[in-house]
Nanobody, 126 residues
Framework: QVQLVESGGGLVQTGGSLRLSCAAS????????MGWFRQAPGKEREFVAA????????YGADSVKGRFTISRDNAKNTVYLQMNSLKPEDTAVYYC???????????????????WGQGTQVTVSS
């Protein structure tokens, strides 16, 4: 089992920045691919970004490329999502997830991940 706890969400104005953190506990953190997803009211959960077990490879949705950066610190069992130039359409609950068997083809699919956090709200005001 892996427990994931997100933090760092909040209310920010358009153009502002936030840094989300996801702290993991339980089984060995550094064997998992970590992902960030988000879900806005009335919409499906969508992929935001992912990072492989070593942190050497990162992937991001087209909608956040150039604005969001995913990183991880395996010594601290934590994955981060730095969000810059925030827009109102970034408003959502953000979830981190851990997956043991993730490929490039599956990283954007929520069911590919084994463990999920409870989510943290990000609200961007216009």
């Amino acid at each position: 089992q892996v427990q994931l706890v997100e933090s760092g969400g909040g209310l920010v104005q358009t153009g502002g920045s936030l840094r989300l953190s996801c702290a993991a506990s339980g089984r060995t953190f550094n064997i998992y691919t970590m992902g960030w997803f988000r879900q806005a009211p009335g919409k499906e959960r969508e992929f935001v970004a992912a990072i492989n077990w070593s942190g050497g490879k990162t992937y991001g949705a087209d909608s956040v490329k150039g604005r969001f950066t995913i990183s991880r610190d395996n010594a601290k069992n934590t994955v981060y999502l730095q969000m810059n130039s925030l827009k109102p359409e970034d408003t959502a609950v953000y979830y981190c997830a851990a997956g043991g068997v993730i490929t490039i083809a599956t990283m954007g699919t929520p069911i590919s991940y084994d463990y999920w956090g409870q989510g943290t709200q990000v609200t961007v005001s216009s």
